[in-house]
């Protein structure tokens, strides 16, 4: 009976051995899971990592392949520019510093004063007779058409501030309106006949 109690004991005991055996092989085996899990997904990561930085690093690459195309047109753009320039007649370059791009065609402009000058001197000298005679002033026809010169400059500059592409749109009818208007000429009482020739209407304000 002793050596029964004995046995019963050494079982349990032994039973209690196996299981916290087996709990620590459990255990074990859950650490080394883990661990593998743990390591995989470090591996991932590092994975993960390492193609975020190539593709940061192909995002940098090709900025730096558009700068230096940007660089290289631009450069060959000057290199274009000044072999134009070298090009160019005398006559251009000139033009190109005294008119400069959307701004007031100063060559034009100075003929204008030019030959307006011209007509006031040829006007002065045939008019003075017919002024000094009539008005008693000889210069009676040089101060209106000074007067008239100011006007017209006044509404060359305005009209010179005008976009004309506005009035694209209006061509068609203007065209009309010119026609008409050689047609009318051409009609007894509407258009003024003089020395044989029609070339202007009978406005009675003008």
Same mark, same amino acid.
């Given at each position: 009976m002793a050596r029964s109690a004995y046995s019963g004991g050494t079982r349990r005991v032994r039973g209690t051995q196996n299981r916290a055996s087996e709990n620590l092989r459990k255990r074990t085996s859950d650490r080394h899971r883990i661990? $593998? $899990?743990?390591?995989?997904a470090m591996d991932v990561s590092t994975a993960a990592r390492r193609r975020t930085g190539t593709a940061q690093n192909a995002g940098v690459d090709e900025r730096r392949i558009r700068e230096l195309n940007k660089k290289r047109t631009?450069?060959?753009k000057e290199n274009n520019a000044a072999a134009a320039r070298a090009n160019e007649s005398v006559f251009r370059k000139l033009r190109k510093k005294i008119v400069r791009e959307g701004d007031i065609d100063y060559t034009m402009l100075f003929l204008i004063i030019i030959i307006v000058a011209i007509g006031l001197i040829v006007m002065l000298s045939a008019s003075a007779p017919d002024g000094s005679s009539e008005y008693g002033d000889p210069y009676y026809y040089f101060k209106r058409q000074i007067i008239f010169i100011a006007i017209g400059f006044v509404g060359m500059f305005i009209i010179s501030r005008i976009n004309l592409d506005n009035f694209l749109h209006l061509i068609p009818k203007a065209f009309i309106i010119c026609v008409i208007l050689l047609i009318l000429v051409l009609i007894p009482g509407i258009g003024v006949e003089a020395n044989g020739a029609r070339r202007w209407l009978n406005i009675p304000f003008v």
């Open positions: 661990s $593998n $899990n743990t390591k995989h631009l450069r060959q």
